[in-house]
C-alpha cells in the first residue's frame, strides 16, 4: 500500500475498532487524550519541573555572580538556533534521506550525521581560534580545521559501510536482486 493511500484513509481498519489491549498504547479513537494516560506518566514531568526551577531560583539569586543579560542573550540565541536553522536542517535532511536511501541504510546515514554534527559544533570554537593568545602558542597549537575534516570523513566513511552492510543483509534476508 502506497502512502498516498494511506493518506486518504481517516483511521486504520486494523486499530480502529478495537481497544488497545497494551496500556501504553495511544488509543486511535482519541489521539490527543490517550496519550495522558496511566496517570503515573505525568510522575516523570516532576524531576524535569525541579531541575527547571532550582535554574532559575540559581539565576534570580546569583546576583551580580551572573551576567543576566549576557545568559539571556545566550538562552534566547540557541534556541533560535536550534528552532530556525538546526532543526529545519535536520527535517530536510531526513525527508531527503527517505527519499534516496533504502529503508535498511537509514539508521546508519541518521547516526552518521549526528555525530558528524555533533563532532562540529563541538570544535566549532577551536577551528574559528576562539581564545587564541600569540603569547601562547601552545593553547591552539593545532589546525583543528584539518583535524575536524579527517574526522568527519571517518565518521561518514564508517557510516558508509554500515550502510551497505546493511542493505546487503536486508537484500539477503528478504532474497530481492542485489
Request: proline residues 9%; charged residues 15%; hydrophobic residues 55%.
Amino acid at each position: 500500500m502506497s502512502l498516498a493511500d494511506e493518506a486518504g484513509r481517516a483511521t486504520d481498519p486494523r486499530a480502529a475498532d478495537r481497544v488497545p489491549a497494551d496500556p501504553y498504547a495511544s488509543d486511535p479513537r482519541r489521539p490527543a487524550t490517550s496519550a495522558l494516560t496511566p496517570w503515573w506518566r505525568w510522575l516523570f514531568l516532576l524531576p524535569g519541573l525541579a531541575a527547571v526551577l532550582y535554574g532559575v531560583r540559581g539565576l534570580l539569586t546569583a546576583g551580580g555572580r551572573v551576567p543576566l543579560d549576557s545568559w539571556l542573550t545566550w538562552f534566547i540565541g540557541s534556541a533560535l538556533l536550534s528552532d530556525l536553522v538546526i532543526a529545519p536542517l535536520w527535517i530536510g535532511l531526513g525527508w531527503l534521506s527517505a527519499r534516496l536511501l533504502p529503508r535498511a541504510a537509514r539508521p546508519a546515514a541518521v547516526v552518521g550525521a549526528a555525530v558528524s554534527g555533533v563532532l562540529a559544533l563541538v570544535a566549532l570554537p577551536f577551528v574559528l581560534g576562539k581564545g587564541y593568545d600569540p603569547a601562547n602558542p601552545s593553547f591552539l597549537p593545532r589546525d583543528y580545521g584539518q583535524t575536524l575534516l579527517v574526522l568527519v570523513v571517518v565518521v561518514l566513511a564508517a557510516s558508509a559501510v554500515w550502510a551497505a552492510v546493511a542493505v546487503l543483509r536486508d537484500r539477503r534476508r528478504t532474497g530481492s536482486p542485489a
